[in-house]
């Protein structure tokens, strides 16, 4: 069975007479080839799934290659219709533009070959989409596991979700921890930077590109300005650098640096990012504690738990299109600021015994129309709101 919302979607798209491209993207270890394996097999429709994993960089011709096994299979079959999957294609050089050639032959020539384009680096998928393929592709955008999905594939309790997080491939290695530990950094921190986010674009610090993530997982939940996290590395760089580099990680759902909400876009960019992991068992599988001794320490518990809250919103935000900030004006800060069309929505976690100055007074006076929510002690529980969808909020 499969847990993911995204079932239904991809498989009405599929029902339909062949429109557009359909393109899956997400980061590693979320289920995108699974997702579309099950839809297909739910389908009775002539299918060829290839992925372009092993394909020489250079090699476009291979795009037409398969295209034309997929054109012959539907004329010996008969078939009316038939679907093309090819997976990682963003690994080729200049794959948009074949796509775009052999997609538009079959507009001309009137041929119903529906194709769907899995991959997991947003960046690669973006650009020859907006490249090549501008008006010939709808997105879906996967983020990570939610609590409610785990819990139900998984049966993990609240707390085990915000140590182990939504990785669903290392579940079976949960009860042995240090096992779980290594599996997550080499199998899919590893794998992701390396085959990943070094291969979006040119790289000139790979160190500094990985100090920055593991200095992400290590102060998740805390505002950085980009000159001290500078000085907490060993490697040179400069701000501009440290920012492009954030942003490749973010596009691979790594971690991510949130903006102030100040009401002004240009204002917002400029401010110092809050760091946040978008999985918390990155900042379990890089950090020197098991689960027992976390939990057993109030203070850094509460760092877990509103690094996992903070992960749920950024991962339903990308499916919701709501935008997410922290805001702080001198010493009060609001946690989190939820942010669709003209709605706010200001959330302040409290979970641990560290004092936060809270700010929301001061928010709630300076957007008297926003909606306010305390989550955790003295309102809705953490382990309640990771229960809810956050297009509910508003």
């Given at each position: 069975m499969f847990y993911r919302p995204y079932f239904d979607e991809v498989k009405k798209r599929l029902l339909e007479p062949r429109k557009f491209i359909?393109?899956?993207?997400?980061?590693?270890?979320?289920?995108?080839?699974?997702?579309?394996?099950?839809?297909?097999?739910?389908?009775?429709?002539?299918?060829?799934?290839?992925?372009?994993?092993?394909?020489?960089?250079?090699?476009?011709?291979?795009?037409?290659?398969?295209?034309?096994?997929?054109?012959?299979?539907?004329?010996?079959?008969?078939a009316a219709s038939a679907i093309l999957v090819i997976d990682e294609i963003q690994k080729l050089s200049r794959w948009s533009e074949e796509v775009k050639k052999q997609w538009d032959?079959?507009?001309?020539?009137?041929?119903?070959?529906?194709?769907?384009?899995?991959?997991?680096?947003?960046?690669?998928?973006?650009?020859?989409?907006?490249?090549?393929?501008?008006?010939?592709?709808?997105?879906?955008?996967?983020?990570?596991?939610?609590?409610?999905?785990?819990?139900?594939?998984?049966?993990?309790?609240?707390?085990?979700?915000?140590?182990?997080?939504?990785?669903?491939?290392?579940?079976?290695?949960?009860?042995?921890?240090?096992?779980?530990?290594?599996?997550?950094?080499?199998?899919?921190?590893?794998?992701?930077i390396l085959k990943d986010v070094l291969l979006m674009t040119r790289i000139d610090k790979p160190a500094l590109l990985k100090q920055l993530f593991e200095l992400a997982c290590k102060y998740s939940g805390q505002i950085l300005s980009f000159n001290k996290m500078l000085g907490q590395m060993q490697d040179a760089g400069n701000t501009t650098t440290l920012s492009y580099y954030l942003q490749l990680l973010s596009s691979a759902g790594l971690v991510t640096g949130i903006q102030n909400y100040s009401g002004s876009e240009l204002r917002s960019r400029a401010s110092s990012p809050k760091l946040h992991v978008l999985n918390t068992a990155l900042m379990?599988?890089?950090?020197?504690?098991?689960?027992?001794?976390?939990?057993?320490?109030?203070?850094?518990?509460?760092?877990?738990?509103?690094?996992?809250?903070?992960?749920?919103?950024?991962?339903?935000?990308?499916?919701?299109?709501?935008?997410?900030?922290?805001?702080?004006?001198?010493?009060?800060?609001?946690?989190?600021?939820?942010?669709?069309?003209?709605?706010?929505?200001?959330?302040?976690?409290?979970?641990?015994?560290v004092a936060k100055a809270s700010g929301m007074s001061a928010f709630a006076a300076q957007y008297p129309r926003a909606k306010v929510l305390l989550v955790g002690e003295g309102g809705i529980p953490w382990q309640d709101f990771l229960e809810i969808e956050i297009r509910e909020l508003f």
């Open positions: 359909q393109v899956i993207a997400g980061p590693r270890q979320v289920g995108k080839t699974t997702l579309i394996n099950q839809v297909i097999d739910s389908l009775d429709l002539l299918t060829q799934y290839v992925t372009a994993d092993g394909v020489d960089a250079t090699d476009t011709v291979w795009i037409a290659q398969q295209w034309e096994a997929a054109r012959l299979q539907m004329k010996m079959s008969g032959r079959d507009s001309r020539e009137n041929t119903d070959l529906k194709v769907v384009l899995p991959g997991s680096s947003q960046l690669l998928l973006q650009k020859g989409l907006t490249e090549s393929l501008t008006g010939r592709f709808e997105q879906i955008r996967m983020g990570h596991w939610s609590y409610k999905e785990m819990k139900e594939a998984f049966g993990l309790s609240s707390e085990e979700f915000v140590w182990f997080g939504a990785y669903p491939g290392s579940m079976s290695l949960r009860k042995e921890e240090e096992r779980w530990k290594a599996y997550v950094r080499d199998a899919i921190v590893e794998t992701t379990s599988a890089l950090s020197g504690r098991t689960f027992a001794e976390t939990m057993a320490d109030p203070g850094m518990w509460g760092r877990w738990v509103e690094s996992a809250i903070g992960a749920k919103i950024l991962n339903e935000a990308i499916q919701e299109h709501i935008g997410v900030y922290y805001w702080r004006q001198r010493r009060q800060e609001v946690d989190f600021v939820l942010k669709s069309g003209e709605r706010l929505v200001g959330i302040e976690v409290k979970s641990g015994t």
